[in-house]
């Protein structure tokens, strides 16, 4: 029996690397080829990736029209392998701006779309779960209050728990770190984790450059850089004062996160890492003026971080648009880490953002429902031994 062809697809790192365990996770279960977008974690799970996502990696209303021409090409090269290869299943992970749009060609073509991470349509412009409820036979969520929201407009879903509990370990405690990177352990240390798209990087590290000087000229803090993969460590490194002591990670983001007195994060998957990690946070987000005035009417939250989201309330600073400055930035850090009444609240509503992100296997449980669906649909699945399951 031939393998069966899957297609697997992520549009940014985070997915990336979600999309990779998963890829793992079925191929030890079943004889599958992966093929779809991804970047480096899922062509080192052994996914054949047909684009990259660093022609699609963008955010904002504004930034996408100038990336059209890159979108397009990559959809219609997703579509034109998937005619071709005919794949039992699309697995599409979050990033809803690309991959709705790819679920209605899909289904076009009669094949069907699983959806592998929810796009967080309970946050903003809720009303397109109806498409959703349109365009997948199946959805897996990752946090429980999801469940009913997706389940209440009549759409397939499964809760799996969050796929990073479990998974987020430092391999060096703070003392080993700071040898390995050349850091006193006596000294405040500050990550930053500044985001992973290029447009990011261009809004947040020009305030996080300055605001860390104000940091530094008042508590003699140390800081940790954690680049994301494949980033262009050379433009992370341009324009930080000689005289600031930043060093920049690759690979050592979990470890770096652990070792801090506070940290720095961009809005996203950093902050959940940072949350599993026990880290006291600063939330940080901006992007242009016109793409926040756009989007503004379209938020239906009244946090914009996912770990205030998932809290129910302020569990730590989010400096969002034009809150994001150096002063308050440097403002908030500082009082982190010169109150330690203030880092032991954090670490209490941490604690249950924790407890909210359910217990460790989502991506096993993920690989189980979706070997689930391929049995009701195409019978028996192969196991990569040849054995029928």
Same mark, same amino acid.
């Given at each position: 029996?031939?393998?069966i ?59 996408? &029209?100038?990336?059209?021409?890159? %979108? ?5 090269? %997703? ?12 697995? %599409?992970t ?12 899909? *289904? ?31 959805? &897996? ?10 389940g209440?407009?009549?759409?397939p ?16 405690d ?21 985001? /992973? ?5 261009r809004?947040?590290?020009?305030v ?10 008042? /508590? ?10 494949g ?5 992370l ?17 979990y ?6 007195d506070?940290?720095?994060?961009? /809005? ?21 003026? &016109?793409?926040?005035?756009?989007? *503004? ?7 914009f971080?996912?770990?205030n ?9 989010? %400096? ?46 993920a ?16 196991t990569?031994?040849?054995?029928a *399951?």
């Amino acid at each position: 029996m031939p393998a069966i062809s899957l297609l697997l697809s992520a549009g940014e790192a985070s997915g990336d690397m979600y999309a990779a365990r998963l890829a793992t996770a079925l191929k030890q279960r079943a004889d599958v080829k992966i093929f779809g977008m991804g970047g480096p974690r899922m062509r080192a799970a052994g996914v054949e990736i047909v684009t990259d996502y660093s022609e699609v990696s963008v955010v904002g209303i504004t930034e996408i &029209l100038s990336h059209l021409p890159s %979108l397009i090409r990559a959809m219609r090269r %997703l579509v034109h392998e998937a005619e071709h290869r005919k794949p039992a299943f699309a697995i %599409l992970t979050d990033f809803p701006g690309f991959h709705l749009r790819l679920a209605r060609k899909l *289904k076009r073509r009669d094949i069907k779309n699983i959806y592998y991470i929810c796009p967080q349509f309970w946050a903003w412009r809720p009303w397109r779960v109806r498409i959703v409820r349109r365009r997948f036979a199946q959805t &897996l969520c990752i946090f429980p209050f999801e469940e009913k929201f997706y389940g209440d407009a009549g759409v397939p879903v499964k809760f799996i728990g969050h796929p990073l509990v479990g998974a987020v370990h430092a391999s060096l405690d703070r003392v080993a770190f700071c040898r390995e990177q050349n850091l006193d352990p006596q000294k405040p240390i500050v990550t930053i984790l500044p985001g /992973s798209r290029a447009a990011e990087l261009r809004q947040h590290l020009p305030v996080i450059r300055e605001a860390c000087v104000r940091i530094h000229r008042e /508590s003699q803090a140390q800081f940790v850089l954690a680049a994301a993969p494949g980033a262009d460590l050379a433009s992370l490194r341009e324009g930080w004062p000689a005289e600031l002591p930043v060093k920049i990670v690759v690979g050592q983001t979990y470890s770096a996160l652990a070792s801090a007195d506070a940290a720095i994060v961009s /809005s996203g998957t950093a902050t959940i890492e940072a949350a599993i990690l026990d880290v006291p946070m600063v939330v940080i987000y901006r992007v242009t003026p &016109l793409t926040a005035a756009l989007a *503004k009417p379209l938020v239906r939250t009244p946090f914009f971080s996912m770990v205030n989201l998932i809290a129910g309330k302020r569990a730590v600073p989010e %400096l969002i648009q034009n809150k994001f400055t150096p002063e308050g930035t440097s403002a908030e850090v500082l009082r982190l880490l010169n109150d330690q009444s203030a880092r032991e609240a954090i670490r209490r509503d941490l604690a249950e953002v924790r407890h909210r992100l359910g217990p460790p296997g989502a991506v096993d449980r993920a690989a189980d429902a979706i070997l689930q669906l391929l049995g009701a649909e195409h019978g028996k699945v192969t196991t990569p031994h040849g054995n029928a *399951k």
